[in-house]
């Protein structure tokens, strides 16, 4: 198994980005890695080449390029050259730290969506209170218009990364929608309903909302790009701007709030413990055919250590072709 | 100005709603209030009746009612029949703490909306970090459905809303998107981003994404009800949950955690101060003849007492005709 990594993109490449990989190569011996790169700055850094081998690049996708346009013009980036050598069938999945919309797009133009699926998803995993497993939502952005059965397709593929990653026997399926109760929605969500509750082979639980997502009542979470966008974002900017305002209050107060600070500082560990996801690994684009991961840029080397991990699981459960599989029974039953 | 109050809505009602009423009672003698609900009860907390009118009503409509039939079958209840007072012209504007979509059915069906308007919103105000006055963001969910029309109308009427009760000159008004570029969004925003972009009157700042919220970028929100909907819900749930994992982990740690915890506290009430918005009263429903305002179920005395200030602001400045009359001069100079 080979997993092409684009050793340019995020804050701290391609040092945090190789370390990782190292890290990984050591735990998983039957893994294989090429790193697309700047080898001179690769080269730097790297411990040991054992089944790691590197491809020279010289173009860079910043986090400011835009997306497509950046995919067409800078083919001799490591991104694009990444994704290229999936798409020949060189290596078998690719994963990135760069520029989110620019994945998107290598994922869709280069790498390809596989037949039965019509646009592809991007799903995260958020922390959820109640269990480490965390909650995957999709999509939260990789399209901004949805149709009911785009939504049907995402639930099937979350479903099945659930089993097969999170090792979850029935995954519980929910509809992010504007209440519970089943006649909830706009038309699209209630079409979204209706089409859930009646496929086959996913665990549907009904409608949440968006104030329950941390909450675990769900291990999937299926959206329209839009409306996920908005929940993962509100959600995410939340979160931070109450642990900056609690930082800020606890710092700014003089010396014995400091000292309170200091002593109460452990158990407040205890909630960024609850709040880290870095062991579920990184978003995937799921729809490709093959597997496309995106890790956040400012990932650490245990954050890329779990995101080959959690490749890993989805090439050794065929988890792809798995989705593909039951999409074309579907098309084949109708 | 005489205002209809449902005294019968909220978790400790007809308590701390008379208590509310008869505090703003104190400070602005030239309003009356008219309060409708179960006689006996009522009179049990009143201390003084001066401008305060009772209306027995033997119906109320439950938190668990659906809403449109709840307004239809129960007539005499005190939501039904404050609203069709305000409806007869008795009084000037209404306010209840009760079940929200009853009295979003009772503000559309039974007052009405203004002529020009297509499809009223409902407007609460989050706090932010860096304002005393928050952030007003419509529509959260009066409408499952939208159409780039309505967010324009809403726009405005947020405009005219903020200069008008929070006094704000030029109020800052942002579109809710999944990205901060022009070019950004389905169809619908980005429809209504142009139609924003063209609308005189109002200061329009473009795009702003949820993780923002919070952060004070705007004066006021708008969205279409589905996505606002879910951003509201999904800040008010994050930050729920992390106050509430923020507790116990100081509460659940053993004496020294509970000591440092004491030191800290005042420092933390700072930051309930920064995220409390009870001054700002309660969310509108703005598009009716009349200005409507829910409040919290849980809302205080003090609460209250703002959501009347908020009310006499906009009936001093006639904040409901003056939209109306943007939306007749916009409509005869097509």
């Given amino acids: 198994m080979k997993i092409a990594v684009d050793a340019m993109g995020g804050d701290n490449a391609p040092q945090v980005v190789v370390e990782g990989i190292e890290k990984a190569r050591d735990e998983w011996s039957d893994l294989e890695f090429v790193l697309y790169g700047d080898e001179t700055k690769i080269k730097e850094v790297l411990q040991n080449n054992k089944n790691i081998t590197i491809v020279h690049t010289d ?44 994945l998107l797009a290598a994922g869709i133009f280069i790498i390809g969506r596989i037949k039965q699926v019509d646009r592809p998803a991007l799903m995260p995993t958020l922390p959820v209170t109640n269990s ?35 090792q ?20 699209l969500h209630k079409e979204a309903y209706e089409l859930l509750k009646n496929t086959e082979e996913i665990n549907f639980i009904g409608n949440v909302e968006s104030n ?29 701007i109450i642990l900056h305002e609690l930082k800020k209050a606890l710092m700014n107060n003089g010396f014995f709030t400091k000292m ?11 909630i960024k413990d609850t709040f880290d996801t870095s062991r579920a690994g990184g978003a995937v684009l799921l729809g490709l055919k093959s597997p496309v991961v995106k890790a956040h840029g400012a990932a650490d080397v245990d954050t890329i250590f779990y ?4 490749i890993y699981d989805m090439l050794l459960n065929d988890t792809v072709n798995k989705a593909n599989t039951y999409f074309e029974k579907m098309q084949s039953d109708k």
């Fill in 59 to 102: 173009e860079e996708i910043l986090g400011t390029d835009e997306p497509v346009k950046a995919i067409r013009s800078k083919k001799n980036s490591s991104m694009v050259r990444a994704a290229r050598s999936v798409k020949d069938g060189e290596n078998d999945a690719m994963f990135s730290l760069g520029n989110t919309g620019a």
């Fill in 132 to 166: 480490p497993l965390g909650v995957n939502m999709l999509d939260v952005g990789a399209n901004a218009e949805a149709k009911a059965t785009y939504l049907q397709q995402w639930a099937v593929m979350g479903s099945i990364y659930a089993q097969d990653v999170k």
């Fill in 168 to 187: 979850i026997k029935e995954p519980r399926i929910g509809l992010l929608n504007n209440g519970s109760e089943a006649d909830k929605g706009d038309t």
């Fill in 212 to 240: 329950d997502i941390l909450a675990g009542v769900a291990d999937v979470i299926v959206t329209d790009g839009f409306t996920g966008n908005a929940a993962l974002k509100a959600t995410e900017g939340t979160a931070r």
């Fill in 260 to 270: 309170g600070a200091a002593i109460v500082a452990p158990s407040l560990k205890g």
């Fill in 307 to 310: 995101t080959v991990k959690q």
